[in-house]
């Protein structure tokens, strides 16, 4: 999506560490305009794919999904972090190890609202190690629902997550792919 | 607004201890359809008010601070919320106690993102004990930037704390303003 890499290159930061920054229109100060083209550019890979639920994790992806929410005509559900292990009986549970924050967490969505009936698509602003979306995808399983594919502003390629889901038979899509990034300069996958 | 009321009547649940519970179309699994209404309608009342930042606080306010901030066409902000106390200073920080969590938080806004030339819409999905607000308000007083008012989706009015607000001079505009809550219905305020 060319909006999406342009604004990177323009406003986006490259940090030690392999961080990519992009607070300032993505992830904490967003960019409605943008947002809004996420939005379409979403609902236009997935159309025709009849996807009945839009499934995020808190916190970083829910406008990102309630952009695509709003465009697909579906209910977005968000998965919620926990760093406490007593989960009730009410919810789907699944454990994501966090790099960013170095711990566990638990993620849960209630058993109301997912189910075997479902098609879901999963949103998240980056792909990086792949973990949140393999959390995601395991509520799905547990849930009985159908995973359509994934739907991901930003994928860092270059750690092979992303290529290890599609090998495995799971969609991915993402609107930005970097292949190599650093201080001299980002490469798009093409 | 006609479709809050309608929605919450229908599928809100009053539980023990003044708590509605609407996670199945408003905070957890939520009604991209209603939202977009919500959008729409928060963008009508702040009109004329030259709006240039949402700032809601995560993360059940995100997806409507979304949806105001693509119908108004001004970016959004979320202030994040943290157990620890050890905030840097590039932040502005303020302390909000949660009732429902038993905890005080520290709210934070990076600076890069706030300042003295923003007039900032204030949203949030509850108005309660008004705490988050007053977090809200705070961070934009030390930012210097001015607050035009706040869009809530659900206003709790038997707490008093909203008319408060409005006593001190700020505008709050609440989509569902409930006035009585029970087991057997609720009123909304006339």
Do not use: W
């Amino acid at each position: 999506m060319k909006q999406m890499e342009e604004k990177i290159l323009r406003d986006g930061q490259v940090l030690p560490g392999d961080i990519l920054k992009v607070g300032s229109f993505l992830n904490q100060n967003i960019d409605t305009v943008l947002l809004g083209q996420i939005g379409e550019e979403i609902a236009r890979l997935f159309a025709g794919d009849h996807v009945t639920k839009v499934l995020t994790i808190e916190a970083s992806g829910i406008a990102i999904a309630a952009a695509a929410g709003m465009a697909i005509g579906a209910p977005v559900l968000f998965a919620k972090k926990h760093l406490t292990s007593n989960v009730d009986g009410d919810v789907y549970s699944t454990v994501v190890h966090s790099f960013t924050h170095g711990a566990d967490y638990n993620v849960v969505v209630s058993r109301d609202y997912l189910g075997s009936e479902d098609r879901v698509l999963l949103v998240d602003d980056f792909l990086a190690n792949g973990h949140a979306l393999r959390g995601l995808i395991d509520l799905c399983d547990r849930a009985g629902a159908y995973v359509v594919g994934g739907a991901i502003a930003i994928e860092k390629c270059f750690t092979g997550a992303g290529d290890k889901l599609r090998a495995e038979g799971m969609r991915i899509e993402s609107l930005a792919a970097i292949e190599a990034m650093s201080e001299d300069g980002i490469v798009f996958r093409a």
